[in-house]
């Protein structure tokens, strides 16, 4: 599903269920020691999605651990994102001789509880969410823009080593299937070149939707 919304070159591996029998690493295993049943099974599948497109990348698999505010750590050579929702499960990597970063993100799709919005959008924002809903009811505009600012911050992060709060970056979503997050705080340097705004993709299929971000890699 996912891989419909980023380029070729990105290894794609998902999940709609939890598989019986997925093993993970000790490494892995002390991460989610204590946690309830439902956490465990997200976080081994994904695991597992991981090492998937590790494969198709002709990488060997390895632990996925958790490094600061909870990234995944990658191999080295490899940009990657995860995500997970109820009915679903997704790992995306690429070469880092290809991507400088990878954003992913899946919700259900489904309106935000009572609240959020106000929580996570700026003004703006709430405006043209209400403008979307009005004129596209079909599609939980809200929703989407949660999950687009989950995969800014995915996006973001493995740049920069620093926190985006939801208000430091102004989301435009095309209903085509596109959006812009226009960062409104200093963003990384790729290339000897500021980056102002994440430019990201969307679907809505399957009773989900999904956000993706790829950033290429400088050249040269």
């Known amino acids: 599903m996912i891989e419909q919304i980023l380029p070729p070159a990105v ?3 998902e999940a709609f269920t939890d598989p019986a029998g997925l093993t993970l690493f000790p490494e892995e295993e002390a991460l989610v020691a204590r946690s309830v049943e439902k956490r465990r099974r997200e976080f081994t599948t994904v695991r597992h999605c991981a090492r998937l497109a590790l494969g198709e990348l002709g990488l060997d698999p390895v632990p996925i651990v958790s490094g600061a505010r ?6 080295g050579g490899v940009v990657g994102s995860m995500t997970h929702c109820d009915g679903y499960r997704a790992a995306v990597l690429g070469r880092t001789t290809a ?6 993100d899946a919700e259900p799709h489904a309106p935000l509880p009572e609240g959020v919005l106000d ?13 979307l809903s009005a004129a596209r009811p079909t599609v939980c505009w809200d929703r989407l823009l949660f999950s687009a600012k989950e995969a800014v911050y995915k996006a973001w992060f493995p740049l920069t080593g620093r926190w985006l709060d939801f208000s430091e970056a102004d989301i435009v979503i ?5 959006f812009e997050a226009r960062l409104l705080v200093p963003g990384p340097v790729l290339g000897g070149t500021p980056v102002t705004a994440f430019a990201g993709r969307f679907l ?3 009773g989900l939707l999904a956000t993706a971000i790829s950033i290429p890699a400088a050249r040269p």
């Open 99 to 104: 991507f400088a970063t990878l954003g992913v």
């Open 119 to 131: 929580a996570i959008a700026l003004p703006a924002e709430r405006t043209r969410t209400t403008a």
């Open 174 to 178: 095309d209903p085509a299937g596109t």
């Open 11 to 13: 290894a794609v591996a």
């Open 204 to 206: 809505v299929e399957r």
């Open 70 to 75: 909870g990234a995944p750590v990658w191999p």
